[in-house]
Nanobody, 125 residues
Framework: QVQLADAGGGIVQPGDSLRLSCGSS????????IAWFRQAPGKEREFVAA????????YYADSVKGRFSISRDRAASAVHLQMNSLKPEDTAIYYC??????????????????WGQGTQVTVSS
């Protein structure tokens, strides 16, 4: 049983950076595709970024492309989301998720089985 723990959120100013981390107890993340989703108050949970279980190809929402970067650490024990040039509209609870989605479902939250508890990111001046 994979249990995800996401961390690294905080309160920052526009233009700042944050690095979120997703770790697992109960096993390595190497055999799972990992995604980050976010949910702002009153909005649906939306896709942010994903990295495939094989090959390491990454995918991004248009709203974060060029600013966010998803990566695995060498031991595959954690996945990180580096967030640069943060904007107020990035404010949300960020969740990491693990699964084995096919390519066409990689941006779909229903394709992931395991979820972290969420970490709050607030971007405000």
């Amino acid at each position: 049983q994979v249990q995800l723990a996401d961390a690294g959120g905080g309160i920052v100013q526009p233009g700042d950076s944050l690095r979120l981390s997703c770790g697992s107890s109960g096993g390595t993340l190497s055999s799972y595709g990992i995604a980050w989703f976010r949910q702002a108050p009153g909005k649906e949970r939306e896709f942010v970024a994903a990295i495939r279980q094989t090959g390491g190809t990454s995918y991004y929402a248009d709203s974060v492309k060029g600013r966010f970067s998803i990566s695995r650490d060498r031991a595959a024990s954690a996945v990180h989301l580096q967030m640069n040039s943060l904007k107020p509209e990035d404010t949300a609870i960020y969740y990491c998720a693990a699964g084995r989605p096919i390519l066409s479902s990689i941006r779909t939250k229903e394709a992931y089985y395991y979820w972290g508890q969420g970490t709050q990111v607030t971007v405000s001046s």
